[in-house]
């Protein structure tokens, strides 16, 4: 008689985060503002839905590839990491383009999605985080609001560059503290302003060996 091996509909916190290649905090964070989906035992342990985790996996970020200073100047020690989040692919192209011809090494990630986002600063937050607030699926304000508490952000700079003004940021019940607001066109220069000064802090500085 042959053995049927059921796969269970519900995992662990540590298995999703295994999964998901994230940690374990992440996982409850996500859990906690609805992105993932999870009940709790009598216990008071946490079990996630696999189906939410299979959902995001199918979500995994793709990062647009892209060419930066440091090709031409391999002796520089630390790549400065900015990601961009912007569901127009013309929008996206034109920030990789602009963002690669800044004077300092950068890495520039861009993401299509709030979503994929997420799943790549579960594994490590960029230094510069440049995002849209209007998005389908999860919007900038959503992803911003669960990247507030995340650890992984602790030392990243956020800005969001949008279309809408403060009224209309304020019927969507605001931003989270610290996140400074720009309007569109997409003002380059100031980024770059921005970019530059995150160079110049010390925190910046003492990680200048550590890997990007």
Same mark, same amino acid.
Not at 59 to 66: C, G, M, V
Not at 122 to 128: A, E, K, T
């Given at each position: ?6 796969? &269970?509909?519900?995992? +662990?916190? !540590?298995?999703?985060?295994? *999964?998901? #290649? ?15 989906? $999870?009940? &709790? +035992?009598?216990?008071?342990? @946490? ?10 996996? @199918?979500?995994? =970020?793709? =990062? ?12 520089? =020690? !630390?790549?400065? &990491? ?6 127009? $692919? ?7 383009? &602009? ?10 990630? #861009? ?5 994929? $986002? ?14 849209? *607030?209007?998005? =389908? ?7 911003? @609001? ?17 279309? %809408? ?7 969507? #019940?605001?931003? /989270? /503290?610290?996140?400074?607001? %720009? ?6 220069? !100031? ?11 010390? !925190?910046? %500085? %003492? ?6």
């Amino acid at each position: 008689m042959s053995s049927v091996t059921i796969e &269970k509909s519900f995992c +662990t916190t !540590r298995e999703a985060a295994k *999964l998901l #290649g994230v940690s374990v905090g992440t996982v409850q964070l996500w859990v906690e503002n609805g992105l993932l989906r $999870a009940w &709790k +035992t009598a216990g008071g342990h @946490r079990r996630v839905m696999r189906d939410s985790v299979d959902q995001l996996l @199918r979500k995994e =970020p793709q =990062p647009i590839a892209s060419t930066s200073v440091a090709d031409v100047l391999p002796s520089q =020690p !630390r790549q400065l &990491k900015v990601m961009v989040v912007e569901d127009d $692919a013309d929008l996206l192209r034109l920030y990789q383009a &602009k963002l690669a011809r800044w004077p300092m090494a950068n890495k520039v990630i #861009g993401m299509y999605s709030a979503i994929a $986002a997420l799943m790549a600063i579960g594994r490590g937050g960029p230094d510069l985080l440049i995002t849209d *607030l209007n998005m =389908p699926e999860m919007d900038g304000f959503s992803m911003l @609001r669960i990247l507030h508490k995340a650890p992984e952000m602790a030392h990243t700079t956020i800005v969001a560059v949008t279309g %809408l003004d403060e009224a209309a940021i304020a019927t969507k #019940g605001g931003l /989270p /503290p610290g996140i400074l607001v %720009l309007s569109k066109p997409i003002p380059f220069d !100031r980024l770059q302003e921005i970019a530059t000064g995150i160079i110049n802090q010390s !925190r910046f %500085l %003492l990680n200048a060996h550590a890997p990007a």
